[in-house]
């Protein structure tokens, strides 16, 4: 019982591996969005073939020569005087006969026919069209044995650069044959039934041949690259394909911004940055959507959301900050707290102090108020602090659960900005206390089946719901394809209300013209 306990430990080990590397569903969806890869290819072998067929490949003709053979002997006389082979002695000899074809096989393919055959082609057929004399590659020729089970036919196929040389060949090796097999084997029962002709269309330039050829090399050519882009590229791309392999809520989608954003810079610059006012819309429909995640949970004072993500660099410090910012704004008391204690970042974001923070706090050192640094109106920061050699500890004291709850009583909003899942056991530790958490995923960085596995392991620990942002989605290039451009047409909205505004204030070129207009009339 154990050891068959045992094996389906390690089977469900082997399939827990394999899910982690690869998606299958989403290989073969990439491969099937790269359709075109496959008609390319396919296209491209069949022009490759005829291009080959019609004027790089050397012309080959061959031409066959047919032997046959039998034994004597089991003959008897009918009634009229011919003679007829006994039926029981004729399937004892087709029996020795298909024996005897391995044999005439390796007389064929030796030496001795070969040096022979060598001879006549030098004397005879060099003799007969001495054009070729002196040219190798028309001289060229090769030899294969043919033969058909059950049955005492042999076939010799001659390939030759030039049609002569073909038949020649393939009629002089079944006569060479025919006399080398009574001269080694004593046996006289080898006849040629069909002679060699010459051939008059080379073998190898057959487009009816070779053009299919060229196109099911290349369509499976085309087939082999979709998959390989399939299994190399096994990420995110979009927000469906986010809710289709992770079966969680999409609470917000992130576009990829063409603005670079530099820690060095304050992150609030952002918001009144024009050119930024699509991913600030952005942000704030992921603000909105915060409510409908806890909207079930009865938790009295504040709310306390945790982000995270599978692995680093997937725009989590970022997105907090920016949330936290549109969240004061909106005139909400909201708190910010920098919990990753192994590459902390929102002091830098926030060009603030960090020598006293939220280690501090958990470890005694300092109080709340001594900790907390007041940024804007409605928006205080907690930063890192001194990164301690064990936060893992330290989050699983009982200051870190009477911490939350203290402050949940102080503020409408507590965001908790915690290190990736997959390899960290910090956020497993804190999901428990929070209410809600925002997992953050970058479109074509994080394999799906790495994602998959950070989920698993946060819905182990406990209940807390978890939002899905998908961030730094390009609806240029996918956008289209999976019908998201329409969703992201409302900061054609966003551009016709500012020109509006400006307008009516005076400050664009409809105000200008209002304004020359105004003057003219003074």
């Known amino acids: 019982m154990e050891s068959t306990n045992t094996e389906q430990s390690r089977e469900q080990n082997q399939e827990n591996i394999l899910l982690n590397f690869f998606c299958f569903r989403n290989i073969l969806e990439t491969a099937i969005r790269y359709w075109y890869v496959a008609v390319f290819c396919a296209i491209l072998g069949t022009t490759i ?31 009229d005087g011919n003679e007829r082979l006994k039926s029981t002695e004729g399937l004892r000899q087709l029996q020795m006969a298909q024996m005897l074809i391995n044999d005439y096989r390796q007389l064929l393919e030796s030496e001795r026919v070969r040096d022979e055959l060598r001879d006549k082609v030098n004397e005879e057929f060099l003799k007969k069209y001495p054009q070729y004399k002196g040219n190798a590659k028309k001289l060229w020729y090769s030899i294969n044995i043919e033969t058909q ?35 080694v084997l004593k046996m006289d029962n080898v006849q040629i039934i069909d002679k060699a002709k010459t051939p008059t269309t080379p073998s190898n330039k057959s487009l009816k041949r070779n053009l299919p050829i060229g196109f099911i090399i290349g369509l499976f050519i085309g087939i082999s690259l979709a998959l390989l882009i399939g299994f190399i590229d096994q990420t995110i791309k979009n927000p469906e394909q986010a809710k289709r392999y992770l079966d969680v809520p999409v609470m917000g ?27 600030i819309e952005a942000y704030r429909l992921l603000r909105t959507n915060l409510q409908y995640l806890v909207s079930s949970r009865k938790t009295p004072g504040g709310k306390i959301f945790m982000f995270t993500s599978s692995i680093p660099h997937e725009g989590k410090s970022s997105s907090i900050a920016l949330v936290s910012l549109l969240t004061a704004r909106a005139g909400k008391k909201v708190l910010l707290i920098d919990a990753d204690m192994h590459k902390p970042v929102q002091s830098r974001i926030f060009n603030l ?25 409605c928006l205080d920061v907690m930063p890192c602090g001194p990164i301690p050699p064990n936060p893992s500890e ?11 709850e203290e402050l949940r009583q102080k503020y409408d ?110």
Not at 54 to 76: C, D, H, M, N, Q
Not at 258 to 270: A, D, G
Not at 357 to 375: I, M, N, P, R, W
């Open 394 to 404: 330290l989050l699983m004291s009982e200051r870190m659960p009477q911490l939350l």
């Open 253 to 279: 989608v992130i576009p990829k911004s063409k603005m670079p954003e530099s820690r060095s810079k304050l992150i609030r610059e952002m918001l009144d940055n024009a050119k930024s006012q699509e991913l």
């Open 413 to 522: 909003f507590v965001f908790i900005d915690i290190t990736p899942a997959l390899f960290l056991s910090d956020p497993l530790i804190v999901k428990p206390m929070v209410d809600g958490v925002l997992f953050m995923v970058a479109c074509s960085q994080t394999k799906i089946g790495m994602i998959q596995r950070t989920l698993r392991q946060l819905q182990q620990v406990s209940k807390t719901p978890i939002g899905l942002v998908v961030n730094q989605f390009d609806r240029g290039e996918v956008g289209n394809r999976y019908g998201y451009y329409g969703y992201y047409r409302y900061h054609s909205y966003y551009r016709y209300y500012r020109d509006y505004s400006n307008e009516e204030n005076g400050d664009g070129k409809a105000g200008e013209a209002k304004k020359d207009d105004a003057s003219k009339k003074a």
């Open 149 to 183: 089970r059950e049955t005492r036919v042999m076939t010799i196929v001659a390939q030759a650069r030039t049609p002569e040389l073909a038949a020649f060949v393939a009629q002089q090796t079944a006569e060479i044959f025919k006399a080398q097999l009574y001269e």
């Open 49 to 79: 073939s005829f291009v080959s067929t019609k004027w790089l490949i050397a012309p080959v003709y061959s031409s066959r020569a047919t032997v046959f053979s039998w034994r004597e002997g089991g003959f008897v006389k009918n009634d």
């Open 353 to 377: 102090r960090n020598g006293v923070g939220f280690v501090s706090v958990l470890t005694g050192d300092k109080t709340v108020e001594e900790a907390v640094q007041h940024v804007e109106d």
